[in-house]
């Protein structure tokens, strides 16, 4: 017959786990039967404080050996590694030179390329430039020459009535003969009335006014 403690082992084991390992919790204070208890330091006789010293003494000996030994090694494997990479490295180096001085010849090829073109636009360009100015500057020089000839041509029109010498008493003569009369009126309506003798005729309303 099975004991009832097996049965309850065997169908509730993390109870009775947890119940068998009971232990308290870490943050709960140290217990008050405790607080003051002073653990009794062991008594180690001298031969076994020197036994023990030696040991140490042993195992901190070895210890450091075995540090020396695979610091050594690791040196001694990271200056082979170094030693191959550093072939490695300039051969890796020497190829992707080559690569980019023959990458840096293709663009220099392509550059100047675009160079010449950009050129041979910007000569074409300015050509055209200098043509359209200079067609400007003659267009302006044809008008001012047509102007200046324009004014020439009547001053010496104006020339002909000019008075010289030779024909000054034929001017004075026609200037006696028809004077002109540069004085003139005005009246309230704005009518003008030339000359300082001119007669004045009324209106026609005040005629009509007069009359009636």
Same mark, same amino acid.
């Given at each position: 017959?099975?004991?009832?403690?097996?049965?309850?082992?065997?169908?509730?084991?993390?109870?009775?786990?947890?119940?068998?390992?009971?232990?308290?919790?870490?943050?709960?204070?140290?217990?008050?039967?405790?607080?003051? &208890?002073?653990?009794?330091?062991?008594?180690? =006789? @001298? !031969?076994? /404080?020197? %036994?023990?010293?030696?040991?140490?003494?042993?195992?901190?000996?070895?210890?450091?050996?075995?540090?020396?030994?695979?610091?050594?090694?690791?040196?001694?494997?990271?200056?082979?590694?170094?030693?191959?990479?550093?072939?490695?490295?300039?051969?890796?180096?020497?190829?992707?030179?080559?690569?980019?001085?023959?990458?840096?010849?293709?663009?220099?090829?392509?550059?100047?390329?675009?160079?010449?073109?950009?050129?041979?636009?910007?000569?074409?360009?300015?050509?055209?430039?200098?043509?359209?100015?200079?067609?400007?500057?003659?267009?302006? &020089?044809?008008?001012?020459?047509?102007?200046? =000839? @324009? !004014?020439? /041509?009547? %001053?010496?029109?104006?020339?002909?009535?000019?008075?010289?010498?030779?024909?000054?008493?034929?001017?004075?003569?026609?200037?006696?003969?028809?004077?002109?009369?540069?004085?003139?009126?005005?009246?309230?309506?704005?009518?003008?009335?030339?000359?300082?003798?001119?007669?004045?005729?009324?209106?026609?309303?005040?005629?009509?006014?007069?009359?009636?």
């Amino acid at each position: 017959m099975i004991s009832q403690k097996a049965l309850s082992k065997r169908f509730i084991p993390g109870l009775i786990q947890i119940a068998e390992a009971h232990r308290k919790p870490r943050w709960l204070p140290v217990a008050k039967s405790k607080v003051f &208890r002073i653990p009794k330091r062991p008594v180690v =006789s @001298e !031969e076994e /404080r020197l %036994e023990l010293l030696r040991l140490n003494n042993n195992y901190k000996t070895q210890m450091r050996a075995i540090r020396r030994f695979y610091h050594d090694e690791m040196i001694h494997d990271k200056s082979t590694r170094e030693s191959a990479s550093s072939e490695m490295s300039l051969r890796l180096e020497a190829e992707e030179w080559e690569k980019c001085v023959e990458l840096n010849e293709q663009w220099n090829k392509q550059v100047a390329l675009e160079r010449q073109e950009r050129r041979k636009l910007e000569v074409v360009a300015m050509d055209e430039y200098t043509l359209n100015r200079m067609e400007q500057k003659d267009a302006v &020089r044809k008008q001012r020459i047509e102007k200046a =000839s @324009e !004014e020439i /041509r009547k %001053e010496k029109e104006l020339s002909k009535t000019f008075i010289t010498p030779e024909t000054l008493d034929a001017a004075i003569d026609a200037a006696i003969a028809n004077p002109t009369d540069y004085n003139y009126a005005i009246d309230l309506k704005g009518n003008q009335y030339l000359g300082r003798e001119t007669p004045i005729s009324p209106p026609k309303e005040e005629k009509q006014s007069a009359s009636v």
